[in-house]
């Protein structure tokens, strides 16, 4: 019984990383519009992955918003000099539809109240806040070592 277990979670991890491997690979580029408060301060330097989420202005007038995941180990998954929203940021994506959001929110600063389930805009965005965004799709950023 322990083997057919064993099989069967060996079976189910390479059909993942089948599936992983061979889903349709986009390059994204947009500012960062603001950044879950939650993931960007809660990393561990410890053996766990850590997380960051934003949400990308891109030149697309179809798709305007994006919300992208970075997962890694480590403590930086994006460098510091993306977070003022100024500089383009290009990564290469997945799209995932289990983690599209609806209506996300925003604010200028942080409250207690407020820090579950919202983005800070970042500095060149808080004058010229996003509109109301019905579906914002998300994509999981795809991990390269830095050479």
Same mark, same amino acid.
């Given at each position: 019984?322990?083997r057919?277990?064993?099989?069967?979670?060996?079976?189910v991890?390479?059909?993942?990383?089948?599936?992983?491997?061979v889903?349709?690979?986009?390059?994204l580029?947009?500012k960062?519009?603001?950044y879950?408060?939650m993931?960007h301060?809660?990393?561990?330097?410890?053996a766990v992955?850590n997380q960051?989420?934003?949400?990308?202005?891109?030149s697309?007038?179809?798709?305007k918003?994006?919300?992208v995941? !970075?997962? $890694?180990f480590g @403590?930086t *998954?994006i460098e510091?000099k993306?977070?003022?929203g100024?500089q383009?940021l290009? /990564?290469?994506?997945?799209?995932?539809h289990s983690?599209?959001?609806k209506?996300p929110? !925003?604010? $200028?600063?942080? @409250?207690l *109240?407020?820090?579950?389930q919202?983005?800070l805009?970042t500095?060149?965005f808080k /004058?010229q806040?996003?509109?109301?965004?019905?579906?914002?799709?998300c994509?999981?950023?795809?991990?390269?070592?830095k050479?």
């Open positions: 019984m322990l057919h277990k064993q099989s069967l979670l060996t079976v991890t390479l059909a993942s990383f089948t599936l992983v491997a889903a349709k690979n986009t390059k580029t947009g960062i519009v603001g879950d408060v993931h301060t809660s990393k561990s330097a410890s992955q960051e989420v934003v949400i990308l202005e891109t697309n007038p179809k798709q918003y994006l919300k995941m !970075f997962s $890694s @403590t *998954q510091e993306y977070f003022d100024s383009p290009t /990564t290469d994506a997945f799209r995932d983690c599209d959001e209506t929110t !925003f604010v $200028s600063q942080v @409250t *109240q407020e820090i579950a919202t983005y805009l500095d060149a /004058t806040r996003p509109g109301r965004i019905k579906n914002l799709k994509y999981v950023a795809i991990y390269k070592k050479k």
